[in-house]
């Protein structure tokens, strides 16, 4: 099966996990939003930062989760690919929400008041029945970044019936040969946009990557939407060029503005319109640049989801006392950013994967070959 492996796409959602730890290090800095901690001065480089990443950055790994599901899919029955959601998915989901999640809230209280909020113990007491604020940042209950993984889960199942339709049914020969033309597809944008007018619970809206996660899977299903990213990478990366800076402008020059207006209308239109034909720019050169085999990939890919269920926390933690320090902002984004990776991947590699309980409680899968190998090394240290 090695040969139908894409590794383009194993090293394009290494590269989104680790878009991570820039991108929430200025959450801690920029002005758009609240977060779990925030430091006193805040910076609009983050803030610009974060805006121009976030257009392409959770878009782009529902997209390539799809495309995953189309490889899985085709080597396993339905039964199996639901198992399998339910142990890699939901398990960690329950898991992280329990014992991940609560001190991202703990150090919020702690921030945001300025004082102590007691014993962890008595701020568990009242954060699984505190749903005052919706975002979490305050200290209420959410499930934080797990949102993702939450998604996933529910997105994996609400999507078989569209998968199990691409698979076996003979129209869709015809759709395919119609949708990889690059107008046609590039078109496919507006529905993108249309989802936005449905109901986005919590501020995510599911509709928006549930179009993503199915196309990543369409555009794995047949190998002429490759072929055409390929083709049609640097006219759309010209594009990008000119539409991503008329949106930043329009953006800055209209900051607010009511959900009906002709200007908020237009700034919904070009943002999705820059994450599709980015998304069309991510796939063709990554399919140029990226889609090779390396010694580090198997590591880097099994480390990549237990790094995203605990990075959030431990930069949390780190965060709250590293703003405190008397250091200039570029410093504290800095150290915030180098230490959360540090410990991560510490975390994995001297915890998560040793032993077979981590293993499953983070999602990761239970190689008995690789176990025995590190059960072995762990003896010769």
């Known amino acids: 099966m090695d040969n139908f492996r894409r590794y383009d796409i194993d090293w394009l959602r290494i590269c ?9 290090s200025a959450r801690v800095f920029d002005h758009w ?10 910076s609009w480089g983050a803030s610009w930062f974060i805006s121009i990443a976030n257009l392409w950055f959770m878009p782009l790994l529902f997209w390539l989760a799809g495309s995953s599901s189309w490889y899985a899919l085709r080597v396993k029955s ?3 690919f639901l198992k399998e959601r339910f142990t890699r998915l939901f398990i960690p989901l329950f898991m992280g929400v329990l014992l991940i999640v609560p001190p991202q809230g703990y150090f919020a209280v702690w921030d945001h008041s300025g004082k102590s909020p007691g014993s962890y113990i008595a701020f568990l007491k009242n954060f699984f029945t505190d749903f005052t604020d919706l975002s979490g940042y305050y200290g209420s ?8 993984i939450l998604y996933l889960f529910v997105l994996s199942i609400a999507a078989l019936p569209i998968f199990h339709l691409f698979k076996r049914h003979r129209k869709t020969t015809s759709f395919n040969s119609i949708f990889s033309k690059p107008l046609f597809f590039t078109l496919l944008f507006i529905v993108l946009t249309l989802s936005q007018l449905l109901p986005a619970p919590g501020g995510q809206n599911p509709f928006y990557f549930l179009v993503l996660f199915v196309t990543g899977f369409i555009s794995c299903s047949d190998q002429r939407y490759q072929e055409m990213f390929n083709r049609v990478r640097f006219k759309m990366l010209g594009c990008m060029l000119i539409f991503v800076p008329a949106w930043i402008l329009l953006a800055w020059r209209y900051p607010h503005g009511d ?8 700034l919904t239109v070009l943002r999705t319109f820059n994450v599709w034909v980015g998304l069309i720019v991510i796939l063709g050169y990554g399919h140029k640049f990226l889609n090779f085999k390396h010694k580090w990939l198997p590591y880097l890919n099994e480390a990549a989801f237990p790094v995203y269920i605990i990075h959030q926390t431990v930069l949390v933690i780190l965060g709250y006392f590293v703003i405190r320090l008397d250091l200039e902002i570029p410093y ?30 983070f999602g990761v899968k239970a190689n008995r070959t690789n176990f025995k190998r590190i059960q072995s090394k762990n003896k010769s240290l």
Do not use: C, Q
């Open 16 to 24: 989104g996990i680790l878009l991570l730890f820039p991108f929430h």
């Open 33 to 42: 939003d609240p977060f779990y901690v925030k430091n006193e001065r805040l």
């Open 78 to 80: 339905t039964p199996f």
């Open 141 to 148: 209950f959410t499930p934080a970044h797990l949102w993702f």
């Open 332 to 361: 504290k984004y800095l150290l915030i950013m180098f230490a959360t990776l540090t410990i991560s991947l510490a975390i994995y590699d001297l915890i998560i994967k040793r032993t077979i309980i981590t293993r499953f409680l």
């Open 259 to 266: 959900n009906l207006s002709s200007i908020t209308i237009l």
